[in-house]
Protein backbone atom coordinates (compact mmCIF):
# COMPACT_ATOMS: atom_id res chain seq x y z
CA UNK A 1 0.00 0.00 0.00
CA UNK A 2 1.26 3.63 -0.63
CA UNK A 3 1.69 6.09 1.82
CA UNK A 4 1.30 9.50 2.24
CA UNK A 5 3.38 11.50 4.34
CA UNK A 6 1.39 14.70 5.39
CA UNK A 7 1.67 17.55 8.44
CA UNK A 8 -1.33 19.07 10.55
CA UNK A 9 -4.62 19.41 8.41
CA UNK A 10 -4.59 22.66 10.72
CA UNK A 11 -1.76 24.04 9.01
CA UNK A 12 -0.25 22.39 5.91
CA UNK A 13 -1.67 23.74 2.79
CA UNK A 14 0.61 21.29 0.77
CA UNK A 15 -0.25 18.78 2.50
CA UNK A 16 -3.91 19.39 2.08
CA UNK A 17 -3.26 19.49 -1.83
CA UNK A 18 -2.12 16.21 -2.75
CA UNK A 19 -4.93 14.48 -0.08
CA UNK A 20 -7.56 15.83 -1.84
CA UNK A 21 -6.96 15.19 -5.06
CA UNK A 22 -5.49 11.08 -4.54
CA UNK A 23 -8.49 11.28 -1.85
CA UNK A 24 -10.90 12.68 -4.94
CA UNK A 25 -9.75 10.80 -7.35
CA UNK A 26 -10.62 7.43 -5.35
CA UNK A 27 -6.34 6.41 -4.84
CA UNK A 28 -5.94 4.34 -2.27
CA UNK A 29 -3.28 5.30 0.41
CA UNK A 30 -2.25 4.98 4.17
CA UNK A 31 -2.15 8.53 5.81
CA UNK A 32 1.38 9.18 8.09
CA UNK A 33 1.34 12.23 10.32
CA UNK A 34 3.69 14.38 11.21
CA UNK A 35 3.03 16.81 13.36
CA UNK A 36 4.15 20.09 13.18
CA UNK A 37 5.51 23.15 14.98
CA UNK A 38 7.35 20.85 17.55
CA UNK A 39 10.65 19.70 18.77
CA UNK A 40 11.10 16.92 17.17
CA UNK A 41 9.32 17.74 14.24
CA UNK A 42 12.03 18.41 11.62
CA UNK A 43 13.61 15.14 12.80
CA UNK A 44 11.24 13.13 12.30
CA UNK A 45 10.20 14.08 8.55
CA UNK A 46 13.88 13.91 7.48
CA UNK A 47 13.85 10.35 8.87
CA UNK A 48 11.15 9.47 5.88
CA UNK A 49 11.30 12.39 3.67
CA UNK A 50 14.37 12.56 1.21
CA UNK A 51 13.53 16.60 0.71
CA UNK A 52 13.39 17.13 4.56
CA UNK A 53 9.51 18.44 4.22
CA UNK A 54 6.09 17.02 3.14
CA UNK A 55 3.98 16.11 1.79
CA UNK A 56 5.96 12.86 0.42
CA UNK A 57 3.92 10.08 -1.40
CA UNK A 58 5.88 6.31 -0.82
CA UNK A 59 5.00 3.90 -3.30
CA UNK A 60 6.94 0.84 -3.07
CA UNK A 61 10.43 1.94 -4.37
CA UNK A 62 9.33 5.00 -5.64
CA UNK A 63 9.21 8.22 -3.35
CA UNK A 64 7.17 11.83 -4.69
CA UNK A 65 7.95 15.07 -3.44
CA UNK A 66 6.29 18.06 -3.76
CA UNK A 67 2.66 18.70 -3.67
CA UNK A 68 2.65 19.32 -7.78
CA UNK A 69 4.37 16.38 -8.51
CA UNK A 70 2.11 13.75 -6.68
CA UNK A 71 -0.91 15.44 -7.94
CA UNK A 72 0.35 14.76 -11.60
CA UNK A 73 1.26 11.42 -10.38
CA UNK A 74 -2.31 10.85 -9.54
CA UNK A 75 -3.53 12.36 -12.66
CA UNK A 76 -1.46 9.89 -15.09
CA UNK A 77 -3.20 7.19 -13.07
CA UNK A 78 -6.76 9.08 -13.10
CA UNK A 79 -7.24 11.66 -16.27
CA UNK A 80 -10.29 13.16 -15.13
CA UNK A 81 -8.06 14.93 -12.29
CA UNK A 82 -7.38 17.52 -14.84
CA UNK A 83 -10.24 19.24 -17.19
CA UNK A 84 -10.80 16.89 -20.61
CA UNK A 85 -10.52 20.38 -22.52
CA UNK A 86 -7.13 21.02 -24.09
CA UNK A 87 -7.53 24.30 -23.91
CA UNK A 88 -8.88 24.24 -20.05
CA UNK A 89 -6.43 21.68 -19.13
CA UNK A 90 -3.62 24.03 -20.16
CA UNK A 91 -5.12 27.09 -17.93
CA UNK A 92 -6.09 24.54 -14.83
CA UNK A 93 -2.53 23.97 -14.87
CA UNK A 94 -0.86 27.10 -15.28
CA UNK A 95 -2.78 28.75 -12.52
CA UNK A 96 -2.57 25.56 -10.22
CA UNK A 97 1.40 26.35 -11.00
CA UNK A 98 1.01 30.22 -10.16
CA UNK A 99 -0.60 29.17 -7.18
CA UNK A 100 2.33 27.01 -6.76
CA UNK A 101 4.86 29.43 -7.11
CA UNK A 102 3.41 32.92 -6.24
CA UNK A 103 1.58 34.39 -3.61
CA UNK A 104 4.61 35.16 -1.17
CA UNK A 105 2.85 38.12 0.60
CA UNK A 106 -0.58 35.87 1.15
CA UNK A 107 1.00 33.32 2.39
CA UNK A 108 3.30 35.22 4.49
CA UNK A 109 0.38 37.22 6.26
CA UNK A 110 -2.24 34.59 6.11
CA UNK A 111 -0.66 31.56 7.32
CA UNK A 112 -3.11 28.69 6.53
CA UNK A 113 -5.11 27.91 10.07
CA UNK A 114 -8.42 25.76 9.49
CA UNK A 115 -9.59 26.44 12.96
CA UNK A 116 -9.01 30.46 13.18
CA UNK A 117 -11.65 32.90 13.02
CA UNK A 118 -10.07 36.78 13.06
CA UNK A 119 -10.06 40.27 10.45
CA UNK A 120 -6.87 40.85 9.33
CA UNK A 121 -5.54 44.74 7.61
CA UNK A 122 -3.94 43.52 5.03
CA UNK A 123 -0.62 45.09 3.21
CA UNK A 124 -1.15 46.27 -0.06
CA UNK A 125 0.86 43.08 -1.60
CA UNK A 126 -1.38 40.89 0.28
CA UNK A 127 -4.28 42.93 -1.09
CA UNK A 128 -3.07 42.50 -4.77
CA UNK A 129 -2.39 38.85 -4.22
CA UNK A 130 -6.07 37.78 -2.62
CA UNK A 131 -7.45 40.08 -5.78
CA UNK A 132 -5.27 38.19 -8.44
CA UNK A 133 -6.86 35.15 -7.10
CA UNK A 134 -10.54 36.09 -7.04
CA UNK A 135 -9.55 37.31 -10.49
CA UNK A 136 -8.43 34.25 -11.49
CA UNK A 137 -11.44 32.26 -9.95
CA UNK A 138 -13.94 34.58 -11.92
CA UNK A 139 -11.92 34.38 -15.00
CA UNK A 140 -12.00 30.43 -14.66
CA UNK A 141 -15.72 29.87 -13.62
CA UNK A 142 -16.87 32.26 -16.93
CA UNK A 143 -15.11 30.58 -19.24
CA UNK A 144 -15.15 26.85 -18.07
CA UNK A 145 -17.07 26.31 -15.42
CA UNK A 146 -20.34 26.14 -16.72
CA UNK A 147 -20.79 22.81 -16.31
CA UNK A 148 -20.12 22.10 -12.42
CA UNK A 149 -19.32 24.52 -9.27
CA UNK A 150 -15.42 24.51 -9.27
CA UNK A 151 -13.16 26.30 -11.40
CA UNK A 152 -13.11 24.47 -14.13
CA UNK A 153 -16.61 22.63 -13.71
CA UNK A 154 -15.89 19.24 -12.61
CA UNK A 155 -13.56 18.98 -9.57
CA UNK A 156 -9.59 19.15 -10.55
CA UNK A 157 -6.61 19.69 -9.38
CA UNK A 158 -7.13 23.08 -9.93
CA UNK A 159 -9.47 22.96 -6.94
CA UNK A 160 -7.11 21.02 -4.97
CA UNK A 161 -4.76 23.86 -5.19
CA UNK A 162 -6.86 27.00 -4.16
CA UNK A 163 -8.59 24.80 -0.95
CA UNK A 164 -6.32 25.95 0.94
CA UNK A 165 -6.39 29.59 0.16
CA UNK A 166 -10.32 29.33 0.48
CA UNK A 167 -9.64 27.88 4.18
CA UNK A 168 -7.49 30.95 4.43
CA UNK A 169 -10.11 33.56 3.16
CA UNK A 170 -12.60 32.17 5.86
CA UNK A 171 -10.04 32.01 8.69
CA UNK A 172 -8.81 35.93 8.04
CA UNK A 173 -12.22 37.60 6.94
CA UNK A 174 -12.10 38.09 3.59
CA UNK A 175 -14.22 40.12 1.83
CA UNK A 176 -15.29 37.73 -1.49
CA UNK A 177 -17.18 38.77 -4.15
CA UNK A 178 -20.28 36.73 -5.42
CA UNK A 179 -17.95 34.26 -7.47
CA UNK A 180 -15.72 34.16 -5.11
CA UNK A 181 -18.19 33.68 -2.40
CA UNK A 182 -20.10 30.99 -4.49
CA UNK A 183 -17.20 29.34 -4.98
CA UNK A 184 -16.04 28.74 -1.31
CA UNK A 185 -19.71 27.58 -0.90
CA UNK A 186 -18.84 25.19 -3.26
CA UNK A 187 -15.68 24.21 -1.86
CA UNK A 188 -16.60 23.62 1.73
CA UNK A 189 -19.05 21.24 0.49
CA UNK A 190 -16.76 18.86 -1.16
CA UNK A 191 -16.82 15.97 0.88
CA UNK A 192 -13.14 15.62 0.91
CA UNK A 193 -12.62 19.05 1.93
CA UNK A 194 -15.10 18.14 5.04
CA UNK A 195 -13.28 15.29 6.00
CA UNK A 196 -9.82 17.13 6.10
CA UNK A 197 -11.53 19.94 8.13
CA UNK A 198 -13.22 17.92 10.08
CA UNK A 199 -10.20 15.47 10.40
CA UNK A 200 -7.97 18.49 11.82
CA UNK A 201 -5.78 17.11 15.27
CA UNK A 202 -6.71 18.94 18.38
CA UNK A 203 -4.04 18.73 21.23
Given at each position: MR???IGDKRWSSWS???????????IEFDEHLIRLRRPDSKERIAAVSPSGKVPLLIDGDLTISDSLAICEWAAERVPSLWPSD???RAIARSVSAEMHSSFVAMRTEMSMD?????KKELS??????????????????VKWGQDGDFLFGAFSIA???YAPVVTRFRSYGVTLDDTA???SEAIFAHPEVRAWCDGVERD
Open positions: TLVMRPWLALRHAGASAVELRTRDARADVDRVMTIWREARDCFSRY
